[in-house]
């Protein structure tokens, strides 16, 4: 396969883990309500449990439906799946991750932090996924490039959607 397009089929799950909490989530917040000793929430009413595992089960269910088109990059569907799973769970981790930060350096929810948003659940994902299964280094550096313009155009898409609130 082409390396650009091995990387992108390659984090592929991690994206949708991302993106589609935008439409599945809302409901009762991951930290339920709750304030960190700096007195403001710990992360925020934009990490919610609906989007945490909406965003897992669709990202794991992208890797499943990578397999059956492309079984012979994986060699097992269950090495398909540990993959998917692990990327999706990096991804959201690593938001979180990001939101607690964000919260601490006194940024609402919503405010972009530049780095932080597009970087950081890719950053995770690929240290997820590590154990299972990687891509060479200029892959890596190749999705450290793109993310941000996916992210970026993946966003103005759910504000013109209605999604969103904010285009970033
Ligand atoms: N979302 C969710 N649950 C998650 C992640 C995201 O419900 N675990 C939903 C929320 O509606 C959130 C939207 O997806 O507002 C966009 O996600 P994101 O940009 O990560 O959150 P922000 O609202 O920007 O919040 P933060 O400042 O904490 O990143
Ligand atoms: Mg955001």
């Not at 935008?22 to 009762?28: H, N, P």
């Not at 990202?59 to 012979?72: A, D, R, S, W």
């Not at 990001?98 to 994902?125: C, E, T």
């Amino acid at each position: 396969m082409n390396q650009l397009l091995e990387a992108f089929w390659y984090i592929l799950p991690a994206y949708f883990a991302n993106s589609s909490p935008v439409v599945l989530g809302g409901g009762t917040p991951i930290d339920f309500g709750k304030k960190w000793r700096d007195g403001r929430r710990i992360l925020g009413d934009g990490k919610t449990w609906r989007g945490f595992f909406g965003g897992l089960i669709v990202g794991t269910i992208i890797g499943i439906v990578q397999y059956f088109l492309l079984p012979e990059y994986y060699g097992s569907l269950g090495i398909a799946i540990e993959l998917a799973f692990l990327l999706s769970l990096g991804t959201l981790v690593g938001d979180l991750i990001g939101s607690f930060i964000k919260r601490r350096l006194n940024m609402p929810r919503g405010y972009p932090a530049v780095g932080l948003d597009q970087w950081g659940f890719l950053i995770a994902a690929l240290c997820f996924a590590y154990p299972v299964k990687t891509i060479p280094t200029g892959e890596v550096l190749f999705l450290l490039v793109i993310t941000p313009l996916i992210h970026w155009g993946a966003n103005i898409f759910a504000y013109k959607m209605g999604w969103k609130k904010v285009p970033w």
